[in-house]
């Protein structure tokens, strides 16, 4: 089976990016959460990026 980006519909915080992304590359979702808040207070534009992911990927099927 084809591994593809979704955001999860279940545990999600706000969009449910970091835990698509956690998914995708199986890796635990605390680690992806603590490294968007890194990139947002460091860059700021890591802000952008999330928002965007929001917008474009799309929810994992049900």
């Known amino acids: 089976m084809e591994n593809k980006l979704y955001r999860i519909r279940k545990g999600k915080i706000i969009a449910g990016v970091c835990g698509g992304i956690a998914k995708y590359f199986g890796i635990d ?3 992806v959460r603590l490294l968007c ?3 947002i207070a460091a860059y700021g534009s890591g802000l952008l990026v999330y928002i965007a ?4 990927v799309p929810k994992e099927p049900r």
């Open 37 to 39: 808040v890194a990139l």
């Open 53 to 56: 992911f929001a917008l474009f």
């Open 29 to 31: 979702t605390k680690i």
